[in-house]
């Protein structure tokens, strides 16, 4: 990608929502950003070391400016920077009209084919069911990488290697998003998680798949959030796939 920030542009950019953010709620795992039209996620990711852009935090604040949060150095700011992205892109009623609802428990690799090809996975996740069972390998690329895991650092030689890469949304909140997809140029991304914007532009920035999550239970959410039960929040939501056309 010649222009790294044509990625946020594109996903700031288009954020046009003037009403005001209503609440934000953080915890050890999940930002939480709450606007009337909807609700959104970004995975917590620390880092405080730089000012936040919005000392004040980000409620009341309309929502197309706290979307700005997102391209923050203050990682911890970010978090609730794509959530408040999120909670105008995410909602059921762009869903909908969109019509990329996935059935329950179909992963965003459905109808790729996987068999013997090599498949990266940044971030821990476990990948489509069976994937082990049908690629020729899988590399899982991880910061604070658990026994099989590959450091974060190899991402620079394994990922050019890979027929398909699946990435986390949080690598958005951590700025990664964009020399990831330089190191993919030849396979087909998969950006997804809870922290995904379901944004169609984000698909003209060398992503070809959107896996996101969409909240329909708003106070079971953020009892979530707040409480840090740990456990999917997919058991508040809807998953949803945009796939390049």
């Given at each position: 990608m010649s222009n790294k920030l044509a990625l946020y542009d594109a996903l700031i950019g288009n954020v046009t929502s003037a009403a005001p953010l209503l609440r934000t709620v953080g915890g050890e795992c999940w930002a939480m950003a709450e606007a009337e039209e909807g609700m959104g996620l970004g995975m917590m990711t620390p880092g405080d070391s730089i000012p936040a852009l919005y000392p004040d935090g980000l409620c009341g604040l309309p929502l197309k400016e706290a979307a700005r949060a997102a391209m923050s150095w203050n990682l911890t700011e970010a978090s609730f920077g794509l959530a408040a992205c999120n909670a105008f892109y995410n909602t059921p009623e762009r869903m909908a009209a969109l019509d990329c609802a996935l059935p329950g428990n179909v992963y965003p690799t459905a109808g790729l084919d996987l068999h013997d090809k090599t498949v990266g996975i940044v971030g821990h996740m476990n990948g489509p069911r069976g994937l082990r069972d049908i690629a020729r390998a899988?590399?899982?690329?991880?910061?604070?990488?658990?026994?099989?895991?590959?450091?974060?650092?190899?991402?620079?030689?394994?990922?050019?290697?890979?027929?398909?890469?699946?990435?986390?949304?949080?690598?958005?909140?951590?700025?990664?998003?964009?020399?990831?997809?330089?190191?993919?140029?030849?396979?087909?991304?998969?950006?997804?998680?809870?922290?995904?914007?379901?944004?169609?532009?984000?698909?003209?920035?060398?992503?070809?798949?959107?896996?996101?999550?969409?909240?329909?239970?708003r106070e079971a959410m953020a009892a979530q959030v707040r409480h840090n039960v740990h456990g999917s929040p997919y058991v508040c939501g809807e998953s949803f796939l945009l796939k390049k056309r």
């Open positions: 899988v590399y899982v690329l991880e910061r604070r990488p658990r026994p099989g895991d590959y450091p974060d650092a190899a991402c620079d030689w394994l990922l050019p290697r890979c027929d398909v890469v699946i990435i986390t949304g949080s690598s958005l909140i951590n700025k990664t998003l964009p020399h990831l997809l330089d190191l993919c140029e030849n396979a087909v991304t998969i950006l997804t998680g809870p922290s995904v914007p379901m944004c169609p532009k984000l698909l003209d920035c060398g992503i070809d798949r959107l896996g996101g999550f969409v909240v329909t239970g």
